[in-house]
């Protein structure tokens, strides 16, 4: 299994008080990626996020880090860093 991390950083209040676009936009999306196992989205005090998602195999996490580079995102949201890893455990 590979993961996908993802760290984007915004306006902490606003960040913070996205969990519904998550919901309604982001979540549906993630669900029909090919080959996704489980998928985490957080968000700390100061409007960072921590996502892990997690796929069966390399092939699936870089095809979804592609179209996670390439998402729409609130105006307030920026990117900072998007990397796969190697699933080591899981459950």
Known sequence: MFAVIV???????LVRGS????AANV???ARRALGIVSATWTADE???TLNV???EDEQAARTAADRIRSAPRPPFMRVDNIELREV???F
């Open 53 to 55: 998602l997690v796929f």
């Open 88 to 90: 080591l455990a899981h």
């Open 27 to 29: 979540m549906p999306q």
């Open 19 to 22: 969990g519904g676009h998550v």
């Open 7 to 13: 760290q984007e950083s915004g306006d902490a209040e």
């Open 46 to 48: 100061a409007g960072r």
